[in-house]
């Protein structure tokens, strides 16, 4: 059943908050040098698929350069996918025009990575929060001004200081302006692209309380896409782990990291610090790769991890594995080879 609220939203019953279907995001580039020909297309983003709940976290990680970014703008509709279907609450928003994408801008948003560059600096924080009160019209007339108060008040800051500029603010503070203006559309899910990389870690932390806080007070839903796997440990339910625009390995935060299944995966926790070490304890077994990460303009046949895999066989490099759930473990996992870690590689203390 396909109901439609007055702001212009249509919702389907028993849908989920987001999907994702087969989503592409195909960049087109010219070659490189003197020499260089034709056109070329960068696959930042081929074929992911995920879905998130009301109220769920769910965390992306996986190496720089490898899609987390461009999935991110893809799920708030800052890009156009080349293919694929992008689902929010049942009605597919991937090609939909922007006169009638508006009313679901407000309710999926995005914390940006740099909190120095994605303030504008020649605006106000009253200015930059109010944006989208006056925006979606959220507020009755003259009411912007405490609204905005409160919404610096809820992440932390001085309602005072609505007047002043990006600048007089620590790199903390900015986040938490970012924040703020998240929360000004009253959004159900919020997609948090490495909201905490550029902070000192003890502004980290504060930081990941507030969201913490945030995602139990009012019950949003987070993409997290993150680096630091322990702060993704922490907060989120659900990991999802991407390499060279695709996804290898998801399911549950704990299954994911006690027994992975996939071989990046497995590589991936393993160059987890573990702090038992300076205690005495013996360190885990760390996987290390060889070789770079393949260019996404030509990636490899098959398999993509197949050029940095312990385990690749003849069959990797001919049949692409399909994203499934294997007879152990409690992940899907893109792997012919797909099993367990023999000994623990993940640390005590992530």
């Not at 260089?36 to 698929?49: E, M």
């Not at 600096?121 to 925006?135: E, F, K, M, N, S």
């Not at 796997?229 to 999802?240: E, P, T």
């Not at 360190?283 to 990460?293: A, F, N, T």
């Amino acid at each position: 059943m396909t109901t439609t609220d007055k702001s212009g939203i249509k919702r389907v019953a028993g849908a989920p908050l987001l999907e994702l279907n087969d989503v592409k995001m195909h960049f087109r580039t010219k070659g490189e040098g003197l020499l260089a020909r034709g056109t070329k297309w960068v696959q930042a983003v081929d074929g992911v698929s995920l879905t998130v709940q009301p109220g769920e976290t769910l965390g992306l990680v996986g190496e720089s350069g490898c899609g987390k970014s461009t999935t991110a703008r893809l799920i708030t509709r800052l890009l156009e996918p080349t293919a694929g279907e992008i689902k929010y609450e049942g009605v597919d928003i991937a090609h939909m025009s922007e006169r009638k994408l508006r009313p679901y801008r407000r309710e999926i948003q995005l914390i940006f990575q740099d909190p120095y560059s994605s303030l504008n600096p020649r605006h106000t924080v009253g200015t930059i929060v109010g944006t989208a009160l006056r925006t979606h019209g959220m507020v009755p007339k003259g009411g912007e001004l405490k609204r905005v108060q409160e919404l610096l008040e809820v992440v932390g800051l001085n309602p005072e200081h609505y007047n002043r500029y990006p600048h007089e603010f620590s790199g903390g503070q900015r986040q938490r302006i970012g924040i703020a203006r998240a929360l000004a559309a009253r959004p159900k899910i919020i997609v948090a692209d490495e909201p905490v990389s550029a902070l000192d870690v003890s502004i980290q932390a504060q930081v990941m309380n507030l969201l913490e806080n945030l995602r139990k007070e009012l019950g949003i839903a987070f993409v997290f896409i993150a680096h630091d796997l322990g702060v993704v440990r922490h907060f989120c339910d659900r990991v999802a782990v991407m390499y060279l625009g695709r996804m290898v390995e998801e399911g549950p935060r704990d299954a994911l990291y006690e027994t992975p299944q996939h071989p990046y995966t497995q590589a991936l926790l393993s160059a987890v610090p573990d702090i038992g070490v300076v205690r005495g304890v013996p360190p885990k077994h760390r996987i290390r790769l060889v070789g770079d990460v393949p260019s996404p303009v030509d990636p490899p046949s098959g398999c993509r991890f197949r050029t940095r895999c312990w385990k690749a066989e003849e069959i990797c490099a001919t049949s692409d594995p399909a994203l499934e759930r294997k007879p152990v473990g409690d992940t899907v996992v893109a792997c012919h080879f797909a099993e367990p870690p023999v000994e623990s590689i993940v640390a005590e203390a992530v």
